[in-house]
């Protein structure tokens, strides 16, 4: 039954709790959906057919006997290769570290099996997460599902190829400067940054440990608040996340956003010669439809884009040497040409350009909660450009440095960014979305409406 790796999580939740459709058939339609379409999009590393069909039999025992456990029961899951799952190997997409199997769940995988979701299968990335889409590793790159020769976003590049072809009903990934967010906008599916440590980074090979988030992509708002409940919860591992009073609890999300102020960030957009016009345009647009739903709308001045990049890059570069200065120097042939590059540079930061940007960095982080005073959410640009294509090393280069993700990243604060259209082309168009500290479902609440009147979601590729 191929229509149901169609589904969304709620709807096969629903299916599975009436009996109309079991664990193995769900599973089933998406194993069948990655026979068929990952061998052209690339965005698996590795899925084991009869240990995932073992885990749906198992499920579907314990559904059978006493129910669901929770909405995620039975649910295929994806999972980034850079986050651990027992017994499986964890490349991080590179040749450095393809022989390593992991000895324990990552706390994320604890999560979602406690609550019955099935592990599907370790995705694409960017070479720690880092590099870029590369062809000197031994997989290749994925690719975008709405057209194989662009880029899908990274480094959740998988991920976001997975759930945006219906090889996956919902995908985990890793974000450090947006790359949750990034595969989220290109792909057409929503992306989560959320709260600094509100989820478990235990048993995820880190970038840069005070910027690191783990993050699900999916295809629809309320798949991605179900998999966000199960996943922010307290981990008793003192390497886990922090607790909070918020932690596991959403507030309904379903009231409307009448009477809710949305702040609107346009100086990052406006500042950059390279945004194009669609992606402007497409913003004015996905504001009015905000302001049409009931929401006021205000103007929200922040310090300029580049004053967050500089401090970002000096951070991410520092704490990513650090990780990997024995690898690189010991085997540096092992990595990619452009995760190469990237790591060194980090090489020739000093400390106090370290220290300097951690000061900068609270004193950007304040301007952000200041303007929450303001308003109760905050509409940003997610990219400045869209897709380019793969074959194009310098347009892949410069695509990390056209973007407005990283400022939350560096703040902490939780961003979602989430689908607002199509091009003429056919490729699909995405804005983000940002929320005081701990306020993920303000997040879900604006998203919602919006996805009740434009409803983007129904549009599929023709992968």
Known sequence: MAEAADLSVAEAAALIARRSLSAPE???SYLSRIAQRNPRLNAYLHVDPDAVRRAAATRQAAIDRAGPASPLDGIPVAVKDIIDIAGQ???S???VTEGHVAPR???VVEM???SGAIMLGKTALHEFAIGGPCFDLPWPPARNPWDVARHPGGSSSGSGAAVAAGMAAAALGTDTAGSVRNPA????LYGLKPTAESISRRGVFPLAFSLDAVGPITRRVEDMALIFAALAQPDPDPAGSRAHPHHGRLHPIAQGITGMTLGLVRRFHRDAPETEAVMAENFELTAAAFAALGASLVEIDLP???DWASCTRVIQQSEAYSIHRPWLESHPERYCAISRQKLLSGAFLRAIDYIEAQKARRVLTASLDDAFERCDALLCISGMTLPCRLDDPEAIRATYEKQARLPFSLSGHPALAFPTGFTAEGLPLGQQL????WREDLLFRFALAYEAAHPWHKRQPSC
């Not at 906008?185 to 057409?188: A, E, I, R, S």
């Not at 940002?434 to 500290?437: E, I, L, Q």
């Open 26 to 28: 769900l599973c089933d």
């Open 89 to 91: 190997r964890t490349s």
């Open 93 to 95: 997409h590179s040749a």
């Open 105 to 107: 769940d990552a706390a």
């Open 112 to 114: 979602l099996r406690q």
């Open 185 to 188: 906008t290109c792909c057409g």
């Open 304 to 306: 300029p884009l580049a």
């Open 434 to 437: 940002v929320a005081p500290a």
